[in-house]
């Protein structure tokens, strides 16, 4: 396992398959280069585990391993690709040629597309891979994780804990004619519990990860704090009042509410979207789309985070988009066909859930510069209103720019003060216009913990999120007391 | 049926020391062509398989899969797979079903599309019919996300180290189109689809089309409502999606983590009593319908809730354990291992036609599409992004956005006055035109 770890991308397809980089360059070559405008071919090898600990024991322990290869043809607006997953030359063959025929439907607009080589980045190299770690540590965590989390009060029934730790190794053969690969690390800790008291019941979950270790959960008292947050979170519900219905005042806490962007800004400025016409954001580039307090930025390059890549899934290393400067519309997350007919430079933003699917724009890690004011004194700007803490899943509608996210810890405010916890509401509001009512950004910018998957056409990938303490002077809070 | 495989594989296992396991294998093949703006847009092939292990050692256990079956990696995973299960905990609840109560005869449900494929041209010709029919339908459809035709043929196979080892193969073929409607610089998206285990039982392109471009027209000149509790009337498509956050809620995991507002209520009233839920494993051709289980149970045909009265859970054979009952034969399988699955999951129709549900509001919501996930699974609280048309006078007025519909779906289901009679077995889970008393609209 750690030897497999430590391989070259390279090397790995190449001893295990025969599949060598020029190999791949042949197929494009024979079956792609000059009768299409872009081609690649994308190596995946995936081996993926999951410990669950439920009821007190380790219940559920499982391991996958997927592997594959997906070849893609693109010729003007078209794509054409094929997977297969036995990964051998005949089946790479017949993929180009199946992946071919998108081609020879049309003619190819003669626009190549920019090759966008350039050095990987290394963000996640680490001294020992998450899935290489030894299972009787993370079986011994999980065992502590349910002690502990039991003990912080006796109104915690049960504590449901996972550990999943993955690998992906790929390689991409691009028709500019080279071949970059990639290791990737991921794990992630989580803790749910359910609190009881009265015939009440409520749940609490918290978690964390990244591409790191899995010693980075012992580590600055991690998991005992993932414990602690899961445990208050359920306990604290069991008191909770309605949350109010209708528009109000909201104060958005740091760290993972910078959902909120992703959800209201985030998929609207991915370049699809925007070449087809499709958002809400479309044509509006160079236009005042927030407040001048607000700068929103992805950013795939951050060392050891959950939505950092040394290089996209199209071969292309990450960047630092500026997606809104100071209130104005700046860029766009694009992948490289979008790119391509946009004229513009690929972002690094070409990602792909795994070889069953093509890539498509996507963020990474996305969130709002800090700004001037004290966290605390926003708060205490607020005569009446909501301050929102965490959040469940959020979903946006592109083409009306109407976005949704669910508050699951939030508090009253009132004069100021923050009064009573409210029963987990909904947020909505219009991705367009919810950020020019930005009225105060704190000085406090967190990344989420590492527990973000985002979804966009059936193909779920990491993200990451942040956000310093805002507030947002009219969204609408989908309560039940008018 | 490539039983033999999963036959070897469990043999292997039991040489490594497992005292029981099962396999699920699934292969299968997909295209799919989509279409924009009446040029080709994506075009994709695959072919895949995958092959998933469960073993216990004693009442301990583990789970693996793989997409690579070369003798190698399928070595690899049983071993890891065993090994696996020896670091585990005993659970004694954990196992197989009893053999005897196995399924013995495969029955055929008729879930495989006998006529032959059709060229990738005329795959891409179907979904450009589909979208040019919403393109020219209506002026106001000015854009598109695209069309998409698409199909999938699979075979199943499942086998234990008792000897079971049964198969089946299914086929789906899908139609979905995804206009953009505009005016005076509002735009507005919607969709329809089509699915079926039968080519020839999906919809016409063309009927699928204007359909689509209908209900993105509709949502023209959307307006946000002032916030107000109201009678709400849940059209199929978001009343199924009520249906499912209630399936989930009776299954068994949920129940025995005690993570289920259904908890200790089985045979207590929880819907009004016009409320009737089944799911049928059973209907022939029906894109839910299945044989037998993920553990090789013949399925069959549950009653959720009868008139009101929650009459079962559904359950696996591990959590129908946990909680000393027997298993509804409702094990699904995936990659992950064992979970619940429904089939065909369907709130039984009423006697009232949509119309007149729509017609006895004078001042409500009529809800045509939710967003998010602000569903509590443990608590009921439900609070979710709606779009839908207002009704004024028993008349849909106008439509609206930005808007939350809120309530626990414990007081919703009680408050369920009103059962269309409109139910149509488009989708593995349907719904009639669903009414509900009162809830909490929220807007500005």
Partial sequence: MTDLARTRPE????????????????????????????????????????????????????????????????????????HTDEISLKNLEEAARQARAIADRSTVSGTLALPSRGRPHDLYTLAEPPIAADLARKLDLLRRIDAETRATDPRIKQVIASITSEEVIMLIATASGWTVGDIRPLTRLNVTTIAEEGGKREIGSYGGGGRVTFDFFLEEGRWRRFAAEAARQAVLKLSAVDAPAGSMTVVFGPGWPGILLHEAIGHGLEGDFNRKGTSAFAGRMGHKVASELVTVVDDGTIANRRGSLNVDDEGTPTGRTVLIENGILTGYMQDRLNARLMGMKPTGNGRRESYAYPPMPRMTNTFMLAGQDDPEEILKSVKHGL????????????????????????????????????????????????????????????LDEGVGTCGKDGQSVPVGVGLPTIRIDGITVGGTAV | MN???????????????????????????????????????????????????????????????????????????????????????????????????????????????????????????????????????????????????????????????????????????????????????????????????????????????????????????????KSVEVPVVFDPETAASLVRSIAGAASGPSLYRRASFFLDRLGTTIAAPTVTIVDDALIPSALGSRPFDGEGLATG????????????????????????????????????????????????????????????????????????????????????????????????????????????????????????????????????????????????
């Fill in chain 2, 301 to 444: 045909r549950t009653v959720l809730v009868r008139e009101g009265v929650l009459e079962s859970y559904l359950l696996d054979t591990y959590s129908a354990r946990k909680l000393g009952l027997a298993s509804t034969h409702h094990a699904g399988r995936d990659g992950a291992g064992v979970s619940v699955t429904t089939t065909n999951l369907m709130l039984l129709p009423g006697k009232t036609t949509p119309q007149e549900l729509i017609g006895s509001v004078k001042n409500g919501f009529y809800v045509t599409e939710l967003i998010g996930f602000g569903v509590n699974g443990v608590t009921g609280d439900y609070s979710r992004g709606a779009v839908g048309q207002w009704i004024e006078n028993g008349e849909l007025a106008y439509p609206v956005e930005e808007v939350t519909v809120a309530g626990n779906l414990l007081q919703m289901l009680s408050a369920i006055d009103g059962v269309g009679d409109d139910l149509v077995l488009r989708d593995r889970t349907v719904a009639p035109t669903l009414r509900i008393g009162r809830m909490v609209v929220a807007g500005t």
């Fill in chain 2, 3 to 225: 039983t033999d495989l999963l036959v070897s594989v469990l043999k292997r296992a039991s040489q490594r020391g497992a005292t029981a396991a099962d396999g699920y294998l699934v292969e299968e093949s997909r295209f799919s062509a989509s279409v924009r703006m009446r040029e080709i847009e994506n075009i994709n092939h695959s072919r895949e398989q995958r092959l998933s292990l469960r073993v216990f050692a004693g009442r301990a256990s583990a789970a693996a899969s793989t997409s690579d079956l070369s003798r190698e990696s399928l070595e690899r995973v049983v071993d890891e797979a065993t090994a696996l299960a020896k670091i585990t905990a005993e659970d004694p609840h954990a196992g197989l079903p009893d053999p005897a109560t196995l399924i013995t005869r495969v029955p055929d449900l008729d879930l495989e599309d006998a006529g032959g494929d059709l060229s990738p041209e005329e795959k891409i010709e179907i979904a450009r019919r589909a979208e040019a029919a919403a393109l020219e339908s209506d002026p106001r459809v000015t854009n598109s996300e695209g069309a998409e035709y698409s199909d999938r043929r699979a075979r199943y196979a499942y086998a234990t180290s008792h000897g079971f080892a049964h198969g089946y193969a299914t086929t789906s073929f899908g139609i979905s189109v995804s206009p953009i409607a505009s005016r005076n610089g509002e735009m507005q998206r919607d969709y329809w689809y089509s699915t079926a285990r039968k080519r020839d039982r999906l919809e016409d392109p063309e009927a699928v089309g204007r359909k689509a471009a209908a209900r993105a027209v509709r949502r023209l000149g959307a307006r946000k409502m």
């Fill in chain 1, 11 to 82: 090397s790995f397809f190449s001893d295990r398959f025969s599949i060598t980089s020029d190999l791949m360059e042949r197929v494009l070559g024979g079956n792609l280069i000059g009768k299409v405008d872009d081609a690649d071919i994308y190596l995946e090898y995936r081996i993926n585990e999951e410990l669950v600990l439920e009821e007190g024991t380790v219940k559920k322990a499982s391991r996958h391993v997927s592997q594959g290869a997906g070849v893609r043809a693109q010729s003007a607006t078209r794509t054409g690709y094929a």
């Fill in chain 1, 387 to 446: 301050y929102a803490v965490t959040f469940g899943g959020g979903q946006v509608d592109i083409t009306n720019g109407k976005f949704v996210f669910s508050a699951s810890e939030a508090y009253l405010v009132e004069d100021g003060r923050i009064t009573a916890p409210v029963k987990g509401a909904t947020l909505i509001g219009n991705g367009p216009e919810a950020l020019t009512r930005v009225s105060r950004v704190g000085s406090d910018l967190k």
